[in-house]
């Protein structure tokens, strides 16, 4: 599995913007993918999350404004951000984990793409 997270940017709040992260391996089924966020002295938060199966979770946060997909056929996660808040703003990342583990838990995933920056204005 290689990670690769694209799509952030600078946005007003309000508005939207897609990530994408494409895996440049040859494994992709039976892989939980999940999207974290960080910013600066803080540690790494869970955004959600998308079992191999299709089932969805979301942190409280975002619920509602972002949504998880995956096109397992292109071995390709997404994460489509509506209603951005500056409170948003933050490097996000895309990960992977073997079946099922504890899909909120950064330290659960195996692999993990470079970051992608979002920046959210007000």
């Known amino acids: 599995v290689q990670l690769q997270a694209s799509g952030g940017g600078l946005v007003q709040a309000g508005g939207s913007l897609r990530l994408s992260c494409t895996n440049s391996?040859?494994?992709?089924?039976?892989?939980?993918m999940g999207w974290f966020r960080q910013t600066p002295g803080k540690e790494r938060d869970f955004v959600g999350g998308?079992?191999?199966?299709?089932?969805?979770y979301y942190a409280d946060s975002v619920k509602g404004r972002f949504t998880v997909s995956r096109d397992n056929a292109k071995k390709m996660a997404y994460l489509q951000m509506n209603s951005l808040k500056p409170e948003d703003t933050a490097v996000y990342y895309c990960?992977?984990?073997?079946?099922?583990?504890?899909?909120?838990?950064?330290?659960?995933?195996?692999?993990w793409g470079q970051g992608t920056q979002v920046t959210v204005s007000s």
């Open positions: 391996g040859r494994a992709f089924g039976g892989y939980t």
């Open positions: 990960a992977a984990q073997r079946g099922v583990q504890n899909i909120r838990n950064a330290n659960d995933y195996e692999y």
């Open positions: 998308i079992t191999w199966r299709g089932n969805l």
